[in-house]
């Protein structure tokens, strides 16, 4: 039944008291404050708020690109030091290898794994189908649509069976219907692979649609102003009462009142 | 379901109107040729007709020299292409890789890039005197700045989100210069490339020309001209344009077929 066979293995992600600062015009511009956070397996958490407050940057300390901060982020209680593979990201640009075909971007994930060519060539093609890409392992970036070209980055963050996914606004720049579209194939795909998932979104609605808890940051500096817990079984219906309500409650808190 | 996944259409294949528009200029050139020459309007030890130019290669005693002139210059060409576009290669991917090789390297290459080639041919002579050593290293010199200097920039055009990808999913380096430094520096290798084998050509006549001595298309000019025979001399200079043009447009279709991931619309 599922696609995948493997699940992947569990993570527990702490985010202890976080701070972050860039250096501009040398003056240092802090941009994450005192962020502390923990994630349980298999949790989808989304993360809001204005653009600008640190989502991003928050993903890339996660992800291993700058080690650059204070705090700790721990994953199973070990301290992360760079990228590694069992995190994923989906950046916000889909940012595929333009000169390599669906399959092989997809495939770059598995260089230098040591399990026999036909388990790996296996592993692309049950991911080509996760995302429903089938039939298109042998096109290009440029052939792709906006969401298909995002499937494939997902195909691609997900080939490693990374325990923790990150997505920053991956359905961002997608046409209202391809993403209502999406967001259901994300909803399939967690479910099925049981990944850990935290997702920046600017989408309120796809936040609750999606997470178990939806994280609300405010900017300068950009800090956590509350934590709502949706607490509604899947699939959920967007025009009940009770998914207004948590969504209310999200959009009172982004809105600072 | 909109997102539907189909395929963008293909790209249209050969774009026979653009090169009708590109035969508008020659031919209008072979008419007034032809008029001006035929219309009494020239003295015609100047400017030669047209179908003489044609039939010279064939039937004319020097004229016939042209076939193994052409020869010895395009084997220059090739030799000293080789070499320069390949240490061109080599170096310019060097210092696009390396921040150090750039530092070390770059403002010595910059500088050397700033002379002008043609001031290169009284010291090679002086150096490799004037046989086929000096010829092959200036065409050789043609060939390497262009090359060396589109690597580069093909190198450091690589977009920093790519490099971010490749730390992500933890690339190794043979990974990492196979499916990314290599790939995405190519489309500008590939110009480069296209530029370093027109100044080559450029170069090997031009050295020809200079140095005098040996067969080729440059000394076949310089005889033409020392024979006032100005039908070799027209003959030399449309022989050297269309080789010029042929690699360009040789060039631009085996790059366009080894880029196709590119699409029309890069
Ligand atoms: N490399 C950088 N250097 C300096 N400032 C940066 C850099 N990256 C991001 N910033 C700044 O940090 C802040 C947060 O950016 P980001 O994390 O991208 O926000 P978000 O994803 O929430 O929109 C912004 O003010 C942005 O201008
Ligand atoms: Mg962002």
């Not at chain 2, 109107?17 to 008419?31: F, N, T």
């Amino acid at each position: 039944m599922s696609a995948v066979e493997a699940f992947a293995p569990r993570a527990t992600l702490n985010i202890r008291d976080v701070s972050k600062s860039y250096v501009v015009d040398e003056k240092p511009l802090p941009v994450l404050r005192n962020i502390a956070l923990d994630v349980q397996p298999g949790e989808f958490v989304s993360i809001v708020g204005a653009s600008g407050c640190g989502k991003s940057t928050l993903l890339r300390l996660v992800v291993g690109l700058d080690a650059d901060y204070e705090g700790e982020i721990l994953l199973n209680g070990r301290r992360i030091e760079g990228p590694g593979r069992e995190r994923g990201i989906v950046f916000q640009e889909h940012r595929l290898f333009p000169w390599l075909t669906v399959e092989d971007n997809i495939a770059l994930g598995l260089d230098g794994s040591d399990e026999p060519q036909h388990v790996l060539d296996k592993r692309v093609r049950d991911n080509i189908a996760l995302v429903g890409l089938a039939g298109f392992e042998k096109a290009y970036p440029h052939q792709l649509s906006g969401g298909m070209a995002q499937r494939a980055a997902i195909a691609r963050s997900l080939v490693t069976q990374p325990a923790i996914l990150l997505l920053d606004e991956p359905l961002g720049a997608l046409d209202s219907i391809t993403r209502a579209y999406l967001q259901k194939e994300l909803l399939r795909i967690w479910q099925q692979e049981r990944v850990t998932v935290i997702m920046v979104t600017h989408d309120v609605d796809e936040a609750v649609f999606l997470s178990d808890r939806v994280v609300v940051m405010e900017p300068r500096p950009g800090r956590i102003r509350s934590i709502v817990p949706v607490g509604l079984t899947h699939p959920r219906q967007r025009a009940s009462v009770e998914f207004a309500r948590v969504k209310g409650e999200i959009l009172r808190d982004l809105s600072g009142e | 379901m909109s997102d539907a996944p189909s395929l963008r259409s293909a790209r249209p294949s050969f774009n026979a109107g653009a090169l009708g528009r590109g035969l508008v200029i020659p031919g209008l050139i072979v008419i007034a040729w032809t008029v001006v020459t035929h219309g009494g309007l020239v003295s015609s030890n100047l400017l030669v007709p047209i179908e003489r130019i044609i039939a010279l290669p064939f039937t004319d005693e020097a004229g016939v020299q042209l076939w193994p002139a052409l020869l010895a210059s395009i084997v220059r060409l090739i030799f000293g292409f080789a070499i320069g576009a390949s240490a061109g290669i080599a170096l310019g991917g060097l210092m696009g890789a390396s921040r150090l090789a750039d530092r070390a390297l770059g403002p010595s290459f910059n500088a050397l890039r700033q002379i002008t080639l043609f001031a290169w041919i009284p010291l090679l002579t002086a150096w490799f005197g004037n046989g086929d050593m000096p010829k092959i290293i200036y065409v050789a010199m043609s060939a390497f700045f262009p090359a060396a200097l589109n690597s580069y920039i093909g190198l450091r055009g690589i977009s920093a989100q790519y490099f971010e990808v490749a730390s992500v999913l933890r690339l190794s380096r043979l990974t990492r210069i196979r499916k990314l430094l290599l790939p995405g520096a190519l489309p500008s290798i590939f110009v480069g490339l296209q530029i370093a084998l027109i100044t080559a050509w450029l170069g090997t006549v031009s050295s020809e020309y200079a140095m005098g001595n040996g067969r080729g298309l440059g000394g076949f000019l310089l005889e033409g001209r020392g024979q006032f025979r100005m039908d070799v001399v027209v003959l030399g200079v449309v022989v050297l344009a269309l080789v010029g043009y042929l690699i360009n447009v040789g060039c631009a279709k085996v790059f366009r077929r080894l880029l196709a991931w590119q699409g029309d619309n890069k």
